[in-house]
């Protein structure tokens, strides 16, 4: 079996790759490599960050890489938090509950409640406010000094109340499209046949096998 970095140390994104990848590909963590280092995030798109964290790996250790970047996008607040959902809490000091999801989550849905737009309501959402959103995913690879992208994309809406306990991030306001259950209702199964990393890995595994 080949054996292909994950530019990542995150348990939940280790999970979906190699449960999308493990037929064909040994996916190794950056501490399966030794690397210890908090790669600086320091663009301002998706395929920005992930590029920088592949490039890191290829360059301190020469090994053939993959790297993501993720992140929430509500129409209602010009696409925040976009590439900043991560940490978006902490970068506006709205860290309250010690749970980084949590305070995630909470500051979206109170600059939600006090924006301008006033969401709609819909039977798919059980009578809940929703907001227009997407999950966005952009993974780079670097494979034999070549550099190539894949996107994926997920629409839906973020609705007023948080629901389910499975997944991670804003899993548990994020209704897709077609479904009346958040994310983390429909549970890590389900999320893994239509989310945006999902999306983006099934283009990147089409790659490696074509």
């Given at each position: ?183 983390a209702q429909l549970g890590n199964e389900v999320k893994n046949t239509m989310s945006h990393r999902a999306r ?11």
């Open positions: 079996m080949k054996t292909l970095v994950f530019a990542s140390n995150n348990a939940h994104k280790l999970e979906e790759i190699r449960s999308i990848l493990s037929d064909s590909y040994e996916i190794k963590s950056l501490s399966d490599i030794g690397c210890d280092v908090d790669i600086p995030e320091t663009g301002t798109t998706f395929e920005a960050n992930a590029l920088i964290k592949a490039q890191y790996v290829k360059q301190h250790y020469g090994l053939d890489c993959f790297a993501d970047d993720s992140g929430l996008e509500v129409e209602a607040l010009g696409g925040e938090p976009g590439v900043y959902s991560a940490r978006y809490a902490a970068i506006n000091g709205q860290t309250q509950t010690g749970n980084k999801d949590e305070d995630n989550m909470n500051l979206l849905l109170a600059r939600l409640q006090s924006c301008s737009s006033t969401g709609f309501t819909s039977p798919a959402l059980n009578g809940r406010k929703g907001w227009k959103a997407s999950f966005c995913t952009c993974i780079a690879l670097i494979q034999d000094n070549d550099i190539h992208y894949f996107r994926g994309e997920v629409r839906g809406h973020i609705i007023d109340e948080k629901r389910g306990d499975a997944g991670f991030g804003y899993d548990p306001i994020f209704v897709p499209e077609g479904q009346d259950q958040t994310f983006a890995v099934e283009q990147l595994a089409a790659f490696l096998q074509s």
